[in-house]
């Protein structure tokens, strides 16, 4: 097989493939043999079909499937032993005739090949990137404790409801009639949980306030969620498309009110938080807590400052020049139920991550970065943790953590982001060490209000 490459402009390569005879004679005979000890045909026993026969029924999809893998083994060693830094698949060339493979070879296939623009990173200590340290303060401490408070709070019973205490009524709801009176046979739900402060609209949310004990409080739960019948059909305990025409109103006698409260910041919630007895005073919990805030800081701090060595080498690199039409047929063939319009509206941005994507892989390079299976893993129970963190399970066992971690990385959709994070977090800590680190103290809030900007 002879294979030439054309590349005049740097960018837009035309791979040409000439396939002779000789190339895949042999292996669609071998083929064809094949196909005749097991092809099964009236009148003939197995192995005994006339190879005419058999050339007639399966010659041509056998030379096509021959002639298919011959193209793909040779680009893909091309590619390779040349090292062109191919811009995602090769396309058949606008120009290529097609070739009729029931007629006797050669036969001639040209591919168009989006090859990346060359260009060099370079990074030193002369290179000075901003890094914020950010600190935990009092404010941030206090803040995360008074949210652990109430994730282990507790419900207790009140006498009236308070709104801003984001109170639950529990009562019995009856369907009434046209005349305000209990409708026979009507809708009844016995201990209804409601939260008037989730109300949508105010009319009726107002009719609870100051609900007592034993009051009976008329309402529309169709008007009090106009645009969610889910809702309604959740509180009345009925199928969502059962309440789409109803629009009666209904008494709810309050026989509960149950109130919400934090836990106290006392011994049961340090144990609760960080394991029993693992501190004994305010004092020492507040030092835990903001010692289990740091990583958590120093890993946004990290991802500003990955975001900021990129805008900075995006910089010093310059424009770059791309096959632009080449990569938006990549692109369209890669969203074949996208039209025109959405490649034009998102071809810019694909553009810039691309090269991101090219100036990363450089700086991976230079950094020598290199990532194993005990990193990735080490980086999924980190991504477990902060989930769980989120929630107020700060002191989850390692083993569960560890088997929560391992059932990410058997998901296709979180291993590769998970593979992606553990490189980047491999990368920026190389980073950190390459460049000068330009270090600011910040406070949270100014390190917020420069993320917006």
Do not use: C
């Amino acid at each position: 097989m002879k294979i030439s490459f054309e590349n005049p402009d740097k960018v837009n390569g035309k791979l040409t493939l000439i396939v002779e005879e000789e190339d895949y004679k042999e292996k669609v005979e071998k083929k064809l043999k094949e196909y005749r000890q097991k092809a099964k045909v009236p009148g003939f026993r197995p192995g005994h079909v006339p190879m005419g026969l058999i050339k007639r029924q399966f010659g041509t999809a056998i030379k096509v499937d021959e002639v298919n893998k011959l193209l793909g083994e040779g680009i893909n060693k091309y590619i390779q032993e040349n090292k062109i830094a191919m811009l995602g698949e090769p396309l058949p060339s606008a120009e290529q005739e097609p070739q009729d493979l029931e007629a006797a070879g050669p036969y001639e296939f040209s591919f168009d090949i989006a090859v990346a623009p060359e260009f060099t990173v370079s990074l030193s200590k002369s290179d000075k990137v901003p890094y914020y340290d950010i600190e935990v303060s009092d404010d941030i401490v206090s803040s995360h404790i008074e949210m652990l408070a109430s994730q282990n709070g507790h419900y207790e019973k009140a006498e009236e409801y308070d709104e801003e205490k984001r109170d639950r009524l529990i009562g019995d709801l009856r369907q009434l009639d046209a005349e305000g009176n209990t409708l026979e046979g009507g809708i009844t739900v016995a201990d209804a949980q409601l939260m008037p402060k989730y109300i949508k609209v105010e009319e009726q949310k107002a009719l609870f306030d100051n609900a007592k004990l034993g009051d009976i409080i008329t309402f529309n739960p169709k008007k009090a969620y106009p645009d969610s019948d889910a809702e309604v059909a959740g509180l009345l305990k009925m199928k969502k498309e059962e309440v789409a025409e109803l629009d009666s109103d209904f008494s709810f006698q309050v026989t509960e009110i149950s109130r919400y409260e934090s836990a106290p910041v006392d011994q049961k919630l340090f144990d609760q938080v960080l394991g029993e007895g693992a501190v004994a005073s305010e004092e020492e919990f507040r030092e835990r807590i903001a010692e289990g805030l740091k990583p958590q800081f120093v890993s946004e701090a990290d991802f500003k400052f990955l975001q900021d060595v990129r805008k900075y080498v995006e910089d010093k690199v310059g424009e770059l020049t791309f096959p632009d039409e080449l990569l938006k047929r990549i692109m369209k063939n890669n969203n074949k139920n996208m039209d025109e319009k959405f490649i034009e509206e998102h071809f810019g941005d694909s553009l810039r991550d691309l090269k991101w994507h090219l100036i990363k892989n450089q700086l991976v390079d230079i950094a020598d970065v290199h990532v194993d299976d005990a990193a990735v893993k080490a980086t999924a129970v980190a991504m477990a943790r902060a989930q769980f963190a989120q929630y107020g399970m700060d002191n989850l066992p390692d083993d569960y953590l560890e088997k929560y971690a391992e059932d990410l990385l058997k998901k296709k959709e979180y291993f590769d982001r998970i593979v992606d994070s553990t490189v980047e977090r491999a990368l920026t800590q190389s980073l950190k060490n390459i460049v000068t680190l330009d270090v600011k103290k910040v406070s949270l809030e100014e390190f917020q209000q420069i993320g917006k900007e």
